[in-house]
């Protein structure tokens, strides 16, 4: 399946699943990666954070949202509330039921709907 990017962004949820920030590496930066780190360390150390961030920022923002400049929710992508689901369970599923952290982002969502 192949997948078109309009104006050079593919959605937010491909950004929910696939962020990984700083830890982005061209081909010439790929040999700084030490070899011993598992993809699970990567995950979690790396890409878990970002999501957790971009969840925040949409629960701040809801429907309003825009990344580099372009609305988020126009339509173009009917699967994006899946994707969001997926991720915000992804997050959750990661903690501790009862930990701040979990209390805090779950509450951001449940306040942020209509």
């Known amino acids: 399946m192949r997948t078109q990017c309009i104006a050079g962004?593919?959605?937010l949820g491909l950004a929910l699943l696939f962020q990984s920030g700083q830890a982005r590496a061209t081909a010439s930066?790929?040999?700084?990666?030490?070899?011993?780190r598992s993809y699970n360390a990567i995950v979690q150390n790396?890409?878990?954070?970002?999501?957790?961030?971009?969840?925040a920022t949409l629960?701040?923002?809801g429907h309003g949202l825009t990344?580099?400049?372009?609305?988020?929710?126009?339509?173009r992508d009917k699967f994006l509330p899946g994707k969001i689901?997926?991720?915000l369970a992804d997050v959750l599923v990661s903690l501790a039921r009862n930990?701040?952290?979990?209390?805090k982002i779950y509450s951001r969502f449940e306040e942020s709907q209509p």
């Open 9 to 11: 962004w593919c959605g």
């Open 46 to 55: 790396e890409i878990a954070p970002h999501t957790e961030q971009l969840l």
């Open 99 to 103: 930990s701040t952290r979990f209390s």
């Open 59 to 61: 629960a701040e923002q």
């Open 67 to 75: 990344m580099q400049g372009d609305t988020v929710f126009d339509g």
């Open 85 to 87: 689901a997926v991720a």
């Open 29 to 36: 930066e790929a040999t700084l990666i030490p070899a011993q």
